[in-house]
């Protein structure tokens, strides 16, 4: 049985990856085999709008978030 919640396959989505934590987790993931990130910026993706983050949430399609 493979006890690795997440797979180095997955894509990850990773809120804030400009910011101290958000980078300071990419960073760790990516050390790690994760190369597959989802690293939206506000412009991109605007948090506080729910519609445009279900719509982007249906196009992009990530693994783990």
Known sequence: MDSNLI???DLIFI???????????????????????????????DLTNSVAVEEWFRKELPDVV
């Open 15 to 45: 809120a804030g990856a400009n910011g101290m934590a958000g980078g300071a987790i990419s960073r760790a993931l990516y050390k790690k085999g994760y190369e597959r990130q989802l690293k939206p910026t506000r412009k991109d993706l």
């Open 7 to 9: 797979h180095p396959k």
